[in-house]
């Protein structure tokens, strides 16, 4: 009996051990949370502004990136302003002009960390008579954008250029975007300067309807730095953080930059699958029409010393058209991340 109970004994000790190495084996296979992710939100446009965050995104929802990020999509820059005011984003993707209105605003409330878009703006013509900013002379031009980006990158181009915006030319200002693709589509507007990637959707839309799809005849990126000289660039797009998040969540900000660095990369280099992802969260709402926009969406990623150097000298340029389009002062060097 006593050999019974011993056998026994040991074979409950044994089924016991294997049963343990079970749990071991299934505790080593399931995924392991990292607790000690830094919890980041972000604010992005949809659009240009928008687009070099999306492979961070799809990053994010598989669990892979440095950082434990919530990403808020809005239409209007406005709402982006409002997220950092209101502190519930700790960075954004902005337009650069509005990065210092905040930054006058808040009392140096926040900095920028990089810039990620050029010039987005292009002149369409309905004809073959344009080959550089000289023939723009006696034209009407169309566009959107009154007492703000598109006016004043539009202003310095030509007067640059030899040309008088209130006497060379005529410049019809539009409401929006969409009133100025209807100007287009109706052929109301034989030239016009138009955003990507309201571009793109523009000639998308002729073509389908059977209708004479315009050229593009001027890059206005290109125009800007034929007459710059190297002390400014067109740079539309940026991302900030708060100041207070910066000193708070250096690491995080570091691997934010780092990540966001590669992301923008990988939309440039691999277009296609960037255009699916900008359907999937809706950066821009068509895969086939981000497709198309994405090589004229200038996406860049510039930071330290250059990005001090070439948005300074654009906002210089703002500031000579309108103050307050850049919060009423150029920024000082704590604007900058990094200086």
Not at 158 to 176: A, C, H, M, R, Y
């Amino acid at each position: 009996m006593k050999r019974l109970v011993s056998l026994a004994v040991i074979a409950v000790l044994f089924l016991t051990l294997l049963a343990g190495c079970g749990r071991a084996e299934d505790a080593n296979s399931a995924p392991v949370v990292d607790a000690g992710k830094a919890q980041v939100n972000v604010t992005a446009i949809a659009g240009p502004t928008g687009v070099g965050l999306v492979n961070l995104m799809q990053q994010n929802d598989q669990k892979t990136a440095k950082n434990e990020y919530t990403f808020n999509l809005v239409g209007d820059p406005q709402q982006a302003v409002a997220a950092i005011t209101n502190k519930t984003a700790d960075i954004a993707a902005v337009p650069t002009n509005l990065a210092s209105t905040l930054y006058k605003r808040t009392g140096g409330g926040v900095q920028v960390l990089a810039l990620n878009t050029l010039g987005v703006l292009y002149m369409l013509e309905n004809g073959n008579s344009i080959e550089s900013v000289a023939d723009l002379r006696g034209k009407t031009i169309y566009t959107s954008g009154q007492g703000a980006n598109p006016e004043y990158i539009l202003n310095y181009v030509l007067e640059s250029n030899g040309l008088d915006p209130k006497k060379d030319v005529t410049i019809q200002f539009v409401p929006d975007n969409d009133a100025l693709v209807a100007a287009i589509v109706s052929n109301q507007a034989q030239v016009a300067m138009v955003p990507e990637p309201k571009l793109t959707a523009c000639k998308v839309q002729m073509k389908a309807a059977g209708k004479t799809v315009p050229n593009t005849v001027l890059n206005m990126t290109e125009e800007w730095e034929k007459v710059a000289n190297g002390d400014s660039a067109l740079v539309m797009g940026c991302v900030i953080a708060r100041t207070d998040f910066v000193k708070e969540n250096s690491a995080a900000v570091k691997a934010f930059l780092k990540e966001y660095e590669a992301s923008i990369n990988q939309v440039k280099e691999d277009v296609e699958t960037a255009a699916s992802l900008c359907e999937s969260y809706q950066v821009i709402p068509k895969a086939a029409i981000a497709k198309q926009a994405i090589p004229n969406c200038n996406l860049t990623y510039v930071a330290g010393s250059a990005m001090k150097k070439q948005l300074s000298g654009y906002l210089q340029v703002l500031y000579k058209y309108n103050p307050a389009a850049i919060g009423g002062a150029v920024p000082a060097d704590d604007f900058y991340y990094g200086q």
